[in-house]
C-alpha cells in the first residue's frame, strides 16, 4: 500500500484512540465535573467515621467543593483524625459544622459543611471544632427499640 | 512406579521449558529495547506496522464491543429492577467495562486477530530464510522485524481497549435508554458520580498497556522459535492465542488486586 | 595480499553432541569460483553459516581475510558480512517487498544514496540477471528460477567481495540451470570476486568451477581442481561423479541388521 495512504488510516486510527480517551474523561468519568485544583487543608476530629474514605467527595449544600485527604487514627486521644482539602475559591467561617452524610439510603459517604456564622475564616492547618459522627445503622436500630421498648412501659403503667 | 517417575520427568521437563521460556522471552525483550533506537529512526516500518495490528482490528473491536455492551446493558437491567435500581445501569456497564471487559476482551481479540498473524508471519519468514538472509545482509532482523511489530503492538493496545470501552458504553446506552427506557439523565449522571478518571480508567488503561506487552511479545517469541516447518508454524500460532489468552487472565487477576482493592 | 581471501583452520562444529565437521580445512582462492560438493545431510550449508558466522565452531576457525569469524563482536560482524553476498537456497525474497524493493533492501539498510542512485543501481543489479522488466512484480508472482536470479540481484547488490550460494541449482529446469551457471562465473569474473557454491549437481559444477571440495563422513574426502577429480581413482568421487548407486556410499541408513528388526 502507499505510504501515503498508510500514514492517513494510522493518523485516523490515533486521533480516534485520543477522542475515545477523552470521551472517556469528560462524559463517562468524573475529571471535569469535580475539578478540584488548588486546595487547602483543613482537619476534624470524629468519634467515628463510619465509611468515609480517602478521595470521598466534600460537600457543601450538595456541591462539591473539595476531598477527603487522609484518614487516620489518634493513639492517644482515641479519635480520628480527617484531613480535608478544600478547593482554594471556596472559604468557610471557622464555626462550620462538619457532618458525615450517606448519598441515599446505600450509598457512599460523604462529609458534608454547613457554614456557620463566624466573621473569620478558616485558613490552611485550621481545625473544624464542631462535628457530627457517621450514623450507625446498628446504633440507630437499638436506640430505635429501646425506645419503642419504653414507650410499651410507659402505656403499661396507663 | 515407572508412570509416576515418568510424570514427575515430563513435570520437571515441561517446567523447565516453561521457564526457560520465559527467559529467552525476557532476553528476546531486551534485545527488542536495544535495536529499537535503531527502528524509531524509520518510524515509516512502525506505522506499518500499526496500519496491520491497529487499524485493521478495528472493526472486529468495534461490533464486538458494540455487542458486549448491549448484553451488558440487557442482563444488567433485568438485574438491577429486581432491586429498584435500574439507574444504576450507566454505572455497572461502564465500570465492567473500563475495568475489567475493555482490557481483557481487546486483549483477547487482539491476541486471536493481530498475534496469530504476527507469529505465523515470523515464523514463515524464517521458514523461507529471510531472517537467515537478512542476517546475511548485516541487518539485524530484530531491528528491521521485531522492534517494529513491538512497538505497533504496545500503541495500538490501548488504543483498541479505549475505543472498545468507549463503544461498549454507546452499546449499553443504546439498550438500555434507547430501548429499555432508562431515563437518559440518570443513566449518565450516575456513571460520571461513580467512574473515577484516576482509580478505573487510568488502570483500565495500564492494564490494557501490559496486556498489550505480553500479548505481542509472546506472538513475536513464539514465531522466532517456531520450527522451520508447515506443522511448526502453525503450532507455534496455537500457541500464540493459548498462552497470551491464560497470560492476559492471570495478569488481569494480579492487576486487578492491586488496583482495586 | 594473501592469496586465500577465506580459509578454514581445523574446524569441528557439531549441532548437539554429535560432530557433523571434524577438523576441517579449506581454502578459498581470490577470484576463483570453488565449489562444495557431498550427499544431502553431510553439512554443506553449514559451512556457509559458519563462514557468514551465523554459528559458532566447537573448534577451530574460519578466517576472512585475516580476521577469525566468530570472535568478532556485533560491529565487525557487521562489517564482515557487508563484504558477502548469500543466495539462499529458495531465494529467500521478502515476501511483503516487490523485486524492486528487495534489490534495493541492502542499499536502503547499508547507504544513504538518493533514490534516484539506488533506481539506477538495481536497474543495474536486475539487468545483469535479465530481469530488468519485473522490477514491478512481487515475489509470489514469479517462478522458481526468476525468483533465484532476483536473489541473485539482491546478493550483488552491494557490490560484494565475497559471493556464496546454497544449491543455486536445486529445483530448477535445464535451461534456468544453464542461465544461473552463466550467471555465477560472469558476475564473479565481472566483480572481481570469490565465489562459494554448495551443490551437489555434479555437471553444472564441473563446467564451471576452479576448484571443488568434496564432503563426506565430516571431513573433506578429496580436493582438486575438476581435471585432477575427474581423474580421481577414490571410490567415493568416482561413485559421486558418476551417479553409481553401490560403492562406499551406503544407501540403507544405519540399522541394526534386517533379521533383528523382523524379530527372526
Known amino acids: 500500500m502507499e505510504r501515503v495512504k498508510l500514514d492517513i488510516w494510522v493518523g485516523i486510527f490515533v486521533a480516534l484512540g485520543i477522542i475515545a480517551m477523552f470521551y472517556m474523561a469528560t462524559r463517562v468519568g468524573n475529571l471535569t465535573s469535580n475539578d478540584v485544583k488548588e486546595t487547602y487543608e483543613v482537619k476534624a476530629y470524629f468519634e467515628n467515621i463510619g465509611g468515609l474514605k480517602p478521595r470521598a467527595a466534600v460537600k457543601a449544600s450538595g456541591v462539591v467543593v473539595g476531598r477527603i485527604g487522609s484518614i487516620v487514627f489518634d493513639p492517644e486521644a482515641f479519635h480520628a483524625v480527617v484531613k480535608i482539602n478544600i478547593d482554594e475559591r471556596y472559604s468557610f467561617p471557622t464555626d462550620t459544622f462538619a457532618n458525615i452524610y450517606t448519598a441515599g439510603l446505600l450509598g457512599e459517604q460523604y462529609l458534608s459543611l454547613e457554614a456557620g456564622g463566624d466573621e473569620v475564616n478558616l485558613k490552611a492547618g485550621d481545625l473544624i471544632v464542631h462535628t457530627q459522627d457517621a450514623v450507625v445503622l446498628e446504633k440507630l436500630i437499638s436506640q430505635f427499640l429501646y425506645n419503642s421498648a419504653g414507650e410499651d412501659d410507659d402505656k403499661d403503667k396507663d | 512406579m515407572n508412570n509416576i517417575l515418568n510424570f514427575f520427568e515430563k513435570l520437571g521437563a515441561s517446567a523447565r521449558s516453561s521457564l526457560s521460556g520465559l527467559g529467552s522471552c525476557a532476553r528476546l525483550f531486551f534485545l527488542t529495547i536495544i535495536y529499537s533506537s535503531d527502528s524509531f529512526k524509520r518510524f515509516n516500518l512502525t506505522i506499518k506496522e500499526i496500519y496491520f495490528t491497529g487499524v485493521l482490528s478495528l472493526v472486529i473491536i468495534i461490533v464486538s464491543a458494540f455487542f458486549v455492551g448491549m448484553v451488558l446493558g440487557l442482563q444488567g437491567y433485568y438485574t438491577l429492577e429486581k432491586y429498584g435500581s435500574s439507574e444504576a445501569i450507566g454505572v455497572l456497564v461502564a465500570l465492567a467495562l473500563v475495568r475489567e471487559l475493555g482490557p481483557v476482551v481487546t486483549a483477547l481479540l487482539f491476541a486471536g486477530r493481530a498475534g496469530t498473524a504476527i507469529t505465523a508471519e515470523i515464523g514463515l519468514m524464517k521458514t523461507t530464510e529471510q531472517l537467515s538472509a537478512m542476517e546475511m545482509m548485516a541487518v539485524s532482523p530484530v531491528a528491521r522485524i521485531v522492534a517494529p511489530r513491538f512497538w505497533a503492538g504496545m500503541i495500538s493496545m490501548p488504543i483498541l481497549a479505549t475505543i472498545f470501552s468507549m463503544v461498549g458504553i454507546l452499546g449499553g446506552y443504546f439498550i438500555a435508554v434507547l430501548i429499555i427506557g432508562v431515563d437518559d439523565g440518570a443513566f449518565w449522571s450516575q456513571m460520571q458520580a461513580n467512574v473515577d478518571f484516576h482509580n478505573d480508567i487510568v488502570d483500565g488503561a495500564i492494564k490494557s498497556i501490559v496486556f498489550g506487552f505480553t500479548c505481542t511479545l509472546i506472538a513475536l517469541y513464539q514465531g522466532l522459535v517456531a520450527p522451520p516447518t508447515a506443522e511448526g508454524v502453525s503450532r507455534a500460532t496455537t500457541k500464540t492465542v493459548v498462552i497470551s489468552s491464560l497470560s492476559v487472565l492471570g495478569l488481569d487477576f494480579v492487576l486487578t488486586s492491586f488496583m482495586f482493592v | ?264
Not at chain 3, 581454502?27 to 557468514?52: E, H, P, W, Y
Not at chain 3, 548469500?86 to 534495493?104: I, K, P
Not at chain 3, 562465473?185 to 564451471?208: K, P, Y
Open chain 3, 1 to 264: 595480499m594473501d592469496e586465500n581471501l577465506i580459509s578454514i583452520n581445523k574446524l569441528s562444529f557439531g549441532y548437539g553432541k554429535e560432530l557433523l565437521h571434524k577438523d576441517i580445512n579449506m581454502q578459498f582462492n581470490r577470484g576463483k569460483v570453488s565449489a562444495i560438493m557431498g550427499g544431502s545431510g553431510c553439512g554443506k550449508t553449514t559451512i556457509l553459516r559458519l563462514i557468514g558466522g551465523q554459528l559458532k565452531p566447537n573448534s577451530g576457525n574460519v578466517n576472512v581475510d585475516g580476521k577469525v569469524v566468530h570472535e568478532q563482536g556485533r560491529e565487525g560482524l557487521r562489517n564482515i558480512r557487508r563484504k558477502m553476498g548469500m543466495l539462499f537456497q529458495h531465494g529467500a525474497l521478502f515476501t511483503d517487498l516487490s523485486v524492486y524493493e528487495n534489490v534495493a533492501f541492502p542499499m536502503r539498510e547499508h547507504t544513504d544514496l538518493p533514490e534516484n542512485v539506488i533506481k539506477d543501481l538495481v536497474l543495474l543489479k536486475l539487468n545483469a540477471v535479465g530481469l530488468r522488466g519485473a522490477h514491478k512484480k512481487m515475489p509470489a508472482e514469479l517462478s522458481g528460477g526468476m525468483a533465484r536470479r532476483v536473489a541473485l540481484a539482491r546478493a550483488i547488490s552491494l557490490d560484494p567481495d565475497i559471493i556464496m550460494y546454497d544449491e543455486p541449482f536445486a529445483g530448477l529446469d535445464p535451461i534456468s540451470m544453464a542461465v544461473i551457471c552463466d550467471l555465477i562465473r560472469s558476475l564473479n569474473d565481472a566483480l572481481g570476486a570469490t565465489s562459494i557454491i554448495v551443490t551437489h549437481d555434479v555437471a553444472e559444477t564441473f563446467s564451471f568451477a576452479d576448484y571443488i571440495y568434496f564432503l563426506a563422513d565430516g571431513g573433506v574426502a578429496a580436493e582438486g581442481s575438476p581435471k585432477q577429480l575427474l581423474a580421481s581413482k577414490l571410490p567415493f568421487v568416482k561413485q559421486f561423479i558418476h551417479s553409481e548407486k553401490d560403492g562406499p556410499v551406503p544407501f540403507h541408513a544405519e540399522a541394526p541388521s534386517y533379521q533383528s528388526d523382523l524379530a527372526l
